[in-house]
């Protein structure tokens, strides 16, 4: 008997910027800026943030940082050893979870030992990440909103019990509509800019191929605690892989900052906002490559985790904008979800009745741009499912003028938002 095959598609967008901060304290208590959201969640309050940390199951954030490395080491032998590399860890497995609420069977055996969930059980899952997201979201200092729906085709409906995931665990808005109707696109690029407030216009051109289409929106603005001064910035030299040099406006500043170092790299964290959230740069020595980092951060990157002494830094970093678009079906297949991709053996019951969905293509665009007052990053996952201490005299001296990796965290957490490699700023 011939099986109709039906599309799904399910797609996550992430945006931050830095623009226009008003409103919270930097830790010297002058007036920072910090764009005001109507969205934005009330900020948890230090006791209720502290209560819902307690109760994370830490292995949650781990799986996900753990997840965005092997991406990242598999992404890195085609794309990035010449070229940038950015992606959000948090942005794929979130997109990826909403698919893992519908999957069953040895589809979700995959998922879960791909993502790192295994032993963990889908209502813990689901229950880290429900926490997981209103810590992020609720947080002071900074904007970060967080939004997913869930579309429908006019004709067909979700289980009624992964929709009460969905919305319960994810806060996830369900919706029916002609998904091959162009009104259908214009509707959901609207909520995609008015969730990413303007940063991405839309997923769609085209009415997708599609039955259902997931979506997860994130939006996150902040600036740097201790801002750059646009003065100080000249054009340098930046060292590219191939040895040749380019000329890079060079940001600089002399400012106490979590540092780390050894014999192979530096590392320093600059902090947005009230300091929750930070941004990783870990630097190879001259004598090192980025190359031999990544190895290290492949191996063990609790390396880079704590550990960190209070330090003047003489720190210079390049204002730069990195941008990949990468698909990862293929990459997912090769790390272990193997069935999920198959027609013949996907197992996505779970989701809509009587369908036989598996995943066709995964798309990821990722954009980071970093300058004086902060970061401005966005991002794009699309999974098309197809039917079937003291400070020192002297300041430490970092110029990051050679191919560097860095990382978007949250401190309480450990959520690495956005990771990437940067080889051409």
Known sequence: MKRNWIALGLGLMLALTACEISGAKD???ADQAVGQNPEQPMPLDQ????AILTKLDKRIAEAENAFGLRLHRELTKTTGKTDNLVLSPYSISTALALAYNGSAGQTAAEMEKVLGWKGIGLDKVNEGN????????????????????????????????????????YGAEARSADL???AFVEEINGWVDQKTN????????????????LVNAIYFNGGWMDEFNPEYTKEENFSLPDGSVKKVPMMRIEEGFGYKESKEWQAVRLPYGDGRMHMLVILPRESSSLEQVHKKLWKDPSVWMDDYSF?????????????????LEKVLEGLG??????????????????????????????????????????????????????????????????PFFFAIEDRDTGTWIFMGSVNRP
């Open 27 to 29: 830790r010297h208590g």
């Open 47 to 50: 006791k209720e943030r502290e």
């Open 130 to 169: 429900s926490q997981l997201k209103s810590l992020l979201e609720k947080g002071a200092g900074v904007t970060l909103n967080i939004a997913n729906a869930v579309w429908v085709q006019k004709g067909y409906a979700f289980q009624e019990n992964y929709l009460n995931r969905v919305k319960t665990s």
């Open 180 to 182: 091959s109707s162009q």
């Open 198 to 213: 303007g940063m991405i216009k839309g997923i769609y051109q085209n009415p997708p191929e599609a039955n259902s289409v």
């Open 311 to 327: 330090e003047t830094v003489k720190l210079g970093l390049p204002k730069f904008k990195a941008e990949t678009d990468l698909k």
């Open 337 to 402: 979800m193997k069935s999920a991709v198959d027609p013949q053996r996907a197992d996505f019951s779970g989701m809509i009745d009587g369908l036989p969905l598996f995943i066709g293509e995964v798309k990821h665009k990722a954009i980071v741009d970093v300058d004086e007052k902060g970061t401005k990053a966005a991002a794009v996952t699309a999974v098309g499912m197809p039917t079937s201490a003291a400070v020192p005299m002297e300041p430490v001296e970092m110029t990051v003028n050679r």
